[in-house]
């Protein structure tokens, strides 16, 4: 187990903790295989900004960060801690988990309110059928919660993704990506097509 400490120069409030910025893989989940797979490739901007719950501190201000991550038989967790100079904190916990085909990521995120956001993505890959099935749920910290799904298919000349799901306000949405790559020309078009979700382009 790698535990980090880290201290910044003093610069800005503790409210920064609880930003919710955009869904993306921490460092660690980028390191590991698992997590090869980017929400931004799956998921519309207004489902990953609607289930943002990730936790980041300001660039300055007077804060310490604790990280622990420990591999486990498949996959790791990883545990981070905030606290500022008031004895304010804020965490965030994941959990990574591999199978043969694919990987499941579930993380809790807790501001210095005491409000938690959860996030679950189950990802699973059929070889022979050349298909990427890709399930997220969250809950925000209002309570709220969404969902998405969407199936990647490998095709001849590239590949299709449909995407579909609920944001938090109720609103339904759904996205098609495709695209073709011409070898010899090499060249490659894509064509996205989005209904509902605002700043779901």
Not at 54 to 61: E, H, K, Q, T, Y
Not at 70 to 94: C, I, M, P, V, Y
Request: glycine share 10%; hydrophobic share 30%; net charge positive.
């Amino acid at each position: 187990m790698k535990i980090r400490t880290a201290k910044s120069i003093p610069a800005a409030a503790i409210g920064a903790l609880a930003l919710l910025i955009a869904v993306q893989a921490s460092v660690g989940e980028a390191r590991d295989r698992a997590s090869r797979e980017r929400p931004a490739a799956s998921e519309s901007r207004a489902a990953r900004a609607d289930g943002a719950q990730r936790v980041r501190p300001a660039a300055g201000g007077n804060w310490t960060r604790t990280s622990e991550r420990q591999r486990t038989d498949g996959g790791f967790e990883r545990h981070d801690r905030w606290q500022n100079a008031d004895g304010k904190t804020a965490s965030r916990d994941l959990t990574v988990t591999r199978n043969d085909n694919g990987y499941s990521r579930d993380s809790t995120v807790t501001n210095p309110q005491g409000q938690t956001a959860t996030r679950s993505v189950d990802v699973v890959r059929d070889r022979e059928a050349g298909t990427l099935t890709r399930n997220a749920e969250w809950t925000r910290f209002d309570g709220k919660s969404g969902n998405s799904q969407s199936v990647t298919t490998r095709t001849e000349d590239g590949f299709s993704r449909q995407t579909s799901g609920t944001l938090a306000n109720g609103e339904d949405f759904s996205r098609s990506v495709v695209k073709q790559c011409d070898k010899a020309a090499k060249s490659c078009s894509t064509t996205v097509t989005n209904n509902g979700g605002a700043g779901g382009g």
